[in-house]
């Protein structure tokens, strides 16, 4: 018995730990670079050969599929998006499709991908870039920097620097109660955004690789039901950072 825990302890561990070099802060996980990287690859060569076949007539799937898209996001951005920014459609569609895409390959088989790479003498591999912690940060990172870049471009450093001393409460004995409230309000945006994608993923991940340790003759029944349960939740991920990307740089644009 104690050999078989630690048997599997051992092959859960083998599934969580990813492809990395470098010790502390300056440890690449190669594996998450490289599915983000090749997703986003895949995202940008389906669009673009959606928009070199598109046609003012009978329309194929692949562009049906662009334009059902296209057409979705476009609607979450007038609903949520108040000002008026060319970049912030594309940055959502973009967004969405880039995580959905890393949400989806938890649904591909738990040991396909790693048995390949072990095939090709690699020790350790992590196919869902979006259970990484690194790569969920990096993204709301991303989106954090794009806050505080409009806040200073649409409001001017002045009325920005005023707006955090001065708000929620507009008193100058209350200043460095604003600045706390502020200061955490902003550091909670992407804190909530990576830990938010990286806690659903990495959850359900796990729970792939447990029902993979069942025996074989349980694992269709326990598996199958969960892989098109976990199809909404990697919408609903995806859809979910999308629509607080919108929502946080409608905020950045709003002026006082």
Known sequence: MATEAHGSTAYIVHHLTPL??????????FDTLFFSLFLGLVFLMA??????????????GLQNFAEMLVEFVDT?????????????????LSIFCWIWLMNFMDLLPVDLLPSLGK???????????????????????SVFALIIFYNLKVKGVFHFGKELLFHPFDHIALVPFNILLNVVEYIAKPVSLALRL???MYAGELIFILIAL???????????????F???????????FMVLTIVYLSMAHEEH
């Open 76 to 92: 979450q951005v007038k609903d949520s998006f108040h000002g008026r920014n060319p970049l912030i459609a594309p940055l959502a």
């Open 198 to 200: 990286f806690g659903n």
């Open 20 to 29: 990395s070099s470098g010790e502390g802060f300056w440890t690449l996980h």
């Open 119 to 141: 095939w090709m003498g690699l020790s350790y591999l992590r196919v869902v870039p979006s259970t990484d912690l690194n790569a969920t940060f990096g993204m709301s990172l």
């Open 230 to 240: 976990h199809i909404l939740i990697i919408t609903l991920q995806a859809f979910i």
């Open 47 to 60: 669009f673009r050969m959606a928009a070199i076949k598109a046609t003012t007539g009978v329309p194929g």
């Open 214 to 228: 069942l025996p074989c003759y349980i694992q269709p029944v326990l598996s199958f039901p969960w892989a098109v």
